[in-house]
DNA sequence: ACCTCCATGTTTACAGGAGAAACTTATGCA
DNA sequence: TGCATAAGTTTCTCCTGTAAACATGGAGGT
């Protein structure tokens, strides 16, 4: 009830404001079903405005979750940049990270990982999903050099620590670690679980490319 | 451009076909954005007649939803039942399963882990979704009184293989298990990772309930 | 056989949203 | 000074979800 109409034809940066309204909205509500027309509105523009940015209403949710995957990267890069940690702990710390930040933000990691954020129809978001990627592939060339992780390959372990944490992400989101809260115990021990399946151990590490695919499986 | 006028005014059993014709624009188009509206157009009854049969769209997604767990569940447990397997076999064999089912109904599946389908607002679903998951965790139980599993908490280790077969789900039908396409073993190597994790032996063990948490998270 | 009820359809109506097109404003630059 | 253009606005069309009123025909009682 302050500003009646002395707003400047020209918004400044309304890009900037369309996306800072739409991450409120979907920080709120934690879902990405607000209409285009909602996000104007409550940006204080006319509901075609919106369409000078961006190409359409998908188009705003890619740049909504690029942005997703810059900032979960950066909380990723920082937690594993600590000094002095070892390889098994830089994992920890940066899954740490990664569901740490799911957790405060589980309706922008959801739509990161949704097909509404579509990877394959813009080069940027894509760009930004492999940077983030990027990090847990260097942690597990890091632990193989050292000796550490089995010298299986590089796919199989990250796909194998990829799954583990972007799954806990999700099942901690979704509170279903677990029918009642037991809190993170479960992820700490899922995670050692994990990471004592990539250690290095003498049996069972040659059967990782066993040739005989499994049943029932293309 | 057959059957003019001819269909009798009732159905006989629109619900079921309307199920029917949502999952066949679920498996064509990867997508849940179909209108409640199309789903009667390509069931040939008018837009209104589906609100008869769900209270609203999303009462028609649940449904779908509850629908594809049952299928999975049927799937996993006809792969674990299956005689003379060992506990790591079954393990194998089930999860191969679940990823098998979501490679072959990728929308469906993505559909039943969406917030479209949500768990909490319907107990049929609800119920179908912990019915499948029981699977896996009598699947823990009956390896952790073999010996063969590590004897850390149940909820754990849930965590730990459920996070993990699910998410090689969602990498699977996303084509991120890898850039170029190498096939199934990936799957299979992150799947030994766990169990190498889950299985018992001398070390570590002890830490799976360390009361320090780890940084940074809630 | 007939009447009546009611589940299951249909038609009509309305409030919104996506997005296109045409119009307006103000700003940077020649 | 003045115009080209980016950035907003208005207006319009088509579509959706969903409610309400109406139609139909099969099942059950008489």
Redesign the pocket.
Known sequence: MSETTDR?????D?RRALIDTALGILATDQNWTF????VARRTG?????P???FR??EDLLRELARIGFIRLGQGMTEAVGAKGLSVREKFIVGAGACIDFALHNPGLYRLMFSADADKTADTHLHDAAMDTFGILLRLLEEGQQNGCFRPAAISALAAASWAQVHGLAMLAINGQLLEEKVGMEPVRAALDVLLDGLCQRDGHTGSVYDPEPYPKVI
Request: proline fraction near 5%; glycine fraction near 4%.
């Open positions: 400047p034809y020209h918004h400044g309304l209409t285009l027309r909602e523009v006319s509901h075609a405005a369409y000078k940015h359409d209403r």
